[in-house]
């Protein structure tokens, strides 16, 4: 490894990371949905321990991330162009969006699975099987999450949330993202131009996720940002190593009627160090109808977003760029200037 560059005091003290509500899963029942709805309501993300996801499904999963990555280039582009599955290399989406970070994106069906691992392994079985046992473990965990949240937010059908995720034709996805560090001749040219800030570039440019809820895990490399209010952007801490990093997405703003925040996030890469994430982004069925439950509303509390099918939601997204709000397009009374 390159040292890292140092940076000043000033710098130092605007990029505190931030410490995210740690939730533990095997506290007492009413307590942790109580913890997940203030963290939900409050930051959007927290994270989770004891979160039940067994440490070998893991660690096969990164295991496979890891050898694909390392292979050369020219083997890896075999399983691309992520179109919208498979392999992509800095271009991120289909609307020119770019950051220094290559990935690969799973539908979580497993038919699904099965056909992209085809082109991402000498060995398919293997990878099949890794991204089939992380996927169902970090499934259980978030119905598990979801449906906490739903007895927090004392909706009478605490499945309302989970069932979304368990529908056979959930469109849940898994990206597992690679941020290489800066190559040493950019490193020396962004230190040379500002000597006093600790170089930085965008590996994953700031947006919200669109789907229910987001399960993120990642190495003990930093590189997560969030950003509680525009304009600010605050790290997060990739500890603790055994935690699992928690957000609500959009399609959560709008099923809590707003009570939930979907919080805009980027990923920066490390000067010196290798980032890899693997993110599951729980979603609903492409005919499922999003609609805040009417247990959250009342005369003071209305509508806020007009009912709406992910499909249409996901075709929103996907005609936009990165880092494009969509949900206020689906607003009761949308203001198109806010
Ligand atoms: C530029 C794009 C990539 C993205 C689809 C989009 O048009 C806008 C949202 C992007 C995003 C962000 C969160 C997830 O990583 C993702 C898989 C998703 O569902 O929405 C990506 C999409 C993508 O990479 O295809
Ligand atoms: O790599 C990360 O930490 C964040 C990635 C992310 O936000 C995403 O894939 O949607
Ligand atoms: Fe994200």
């Not at 979160?51 to 890891?66: A, C, F, N, Q, R």
């Not at 220094?100 to 497993?110: D, G, M």
Request: hydrophobic share 35%; net charge neutral; proline share 9%.
């Amino acid at each position: 490894h390159q040292p890292c560059p140092p940076s000043s005091r000033q710098e130092k003290e605007k990029l505190r990371d931030i410490e995210l509500p740690i939730i533990d899963l095997l506290g007492e029942r009413s307590e942790v949905s109580k913890l997940i709805v203030k963290a939900s309501e409050n930051f959007g993300f927290f994270k989770v321990i004891n979160h039940g996801v067994p440490e070998h499904v893991i660690k096969v999963m990164e295991d496979e991330s890891y050898r694909f990555f390392s292979k050369p280039a020219s083997e890896k582009q075999r399983a691309g162009p992520a179109n919208p599955y498979g392999y992509g290399c800095k271009n991120i989406g289909f609307n020119g969006d770019y950051g220094e970070v290559e990935y690969l994106l799973f539908h979580t069906n497993p038919l699904s699975i099965s056909q992209t691992s085809k082109t991402i392994s000498n060995d398919p079985t293997l990878f099949r099987c890794a991204v089939n046992g992380y996927v169902e473990a970090v499934r259980e965990l978030a119905c598990e999450i979801l449906e906490l949240m739903a007895e927090g937010l004392r909706v009478p059908d605490t499945s309302v949330l989970s069932n979304f995720l368990k529908d056979y034709d959930s469109d849940s996805l898994l990206r597992l993202n690679h941020y290489p560090p800066l190559p040493p001749l950019q490193l020396l040219q962004l230190l040379n131009t500002s000597p006093n800030q600790p170089p930085s570039r965008i590996g994953f440019g700031e947006h919200t996720d669109p789907q229910i809820l987001t399960i993120l895990r990642s190495n003990d490399v930093a590189g997560l940002q969030i950003s509680p209010q525009e304009g600010l952007w605050v790290p997060v801490s990739p500890h603790p190593s055994t935690a699992f990093c928690v957000n609500v997405g959009d399609a959560l703003q709008a099923l809590t009627n707003g009570r939930f925040l979907s919080v805009r996030h980027r990923a920066m890469v490390n000067s010196c160090r290798t980032r890899m994430s693997m993110a599951y982004f729980g979603a609903p069925a492409p005919n499922a109808r999003i609609a805040c439950p009417p247990e959250l509303l009342s005369p003071q509390i209305p509508y806020l977003y007009r009912p709406f099918t992910w499909d249409e939601y996901k075709k929103a997204t996907y005609s936009r760029k990165l880092g494009d709000t969509r949900l206020h397009f689906f607003r009761v009374q949308s203001d198109l200037s806010e």
